[in-house]
């Protein structure tokens, strides 16, 4: 009963773990794209989303081999559990 919830305890953890780094990249680009276009008073609504966009392609094309070695630890884990379950 502890191991599972460990194992949903550790899943959250890296749900959260995995996403804050595109998420606070896309926060920062948008507070900066937004501040630059308060000061030159441009109004165009698609520039926001267009530079968010490219940063968290960027960001998670460079974190995506951390990214998937962590949820591959996850799953073998998850199966090592569902085998102990088993017996």
Do not use: N
Request: net charge negative; glycine share 6%; with cysteine.
């Amino acid at each position: 009963m502890t191991e599972t919830l460990t194992f949903f305890q550790q899943g959250l953890w890296m749900a959260v773990m995995l996403s804050a780094p595109p998420l606070i990249i896309a926060t920062l680009c948008g507070v900066t794209v937004s501040l630059i276009q308060a000061v030159t008073q441009i109004q165009d609504q698609t520039l926001p989303y267009v530079v968010k966009l490219v940063a968290v392609a960027v960001t998670l094309t460079g974190m995506g081999r951390w990214i998937g070695v962590e949820l591959l630890q996850l799953t073998e884990l998850s199966f090592t559990l569902v085998q102990s379950a088993g017996r």
